[in-house]
Nanobody
Framework: QVHVVESGGGLVQPGGSLRLSCSVS????????MGWYRQIVGQQRDLVAE???????TYGDSVKGRFTISTENFGHTVDLQMNALKPEDAAVYYC???????????????WGQGTQVTVSS
């Protein structure tokens, strides 16, 4: 069992910064990817950023240069530093991990419950 919990959402003014944190508990040794998606009501979830076990990082095009994903203990925590926030960044942000129990298994994605980010003056 793996549990994913986000924290750090809230209200911020345009141009401001916010830091999201994600904590993972349970069987974390089989985690291969950690990351963040976001979703606006009525729209699909979009990739914000992800980091692999080998620390390769991918960012969504809309956040490149403004957001930074980081981890101090891969498999256990992953943070998202969001700078120069825009109103269009407002969404529910979901942390996730991709996990595989056995080598031959496909990766299984486990989501957190989401945290709301509101960007408004």
């Amino acid at each position: 069992q793996v549990h994913v919990v986000e924290s750090g959402g809230g209200l911020v003014q345009p141009g401001g910064s916010l830091r999201l944190s994600c904590s993972v508990s349970g069987s974390t040794s089989e985690i291969y990817i950690m990351g963040w998606y976001r979703q606006i009501v009525g729209q699909q979830r979009d990739l914000v950023a992800e980091i692999t076990r080998g620390l390769a990082i991918t960012y969504g095009d809309s956040v490149k240069g403004r957001f930074t994903i980081s981890t101090e203990n891969f498999g256990h925590t992953v943070d998202l530093q969001m700078n120069a926030l825009k109103p269009e960044d407002a969404a529910v942000y979901y942390c996730y991990v991709d996990r595989r129990v056995f080598v031959a298994d496909p990766l299984v994605r486990i989501w957190g419950q989401g945290t709301q980010v509101t960007v408004s003056s």
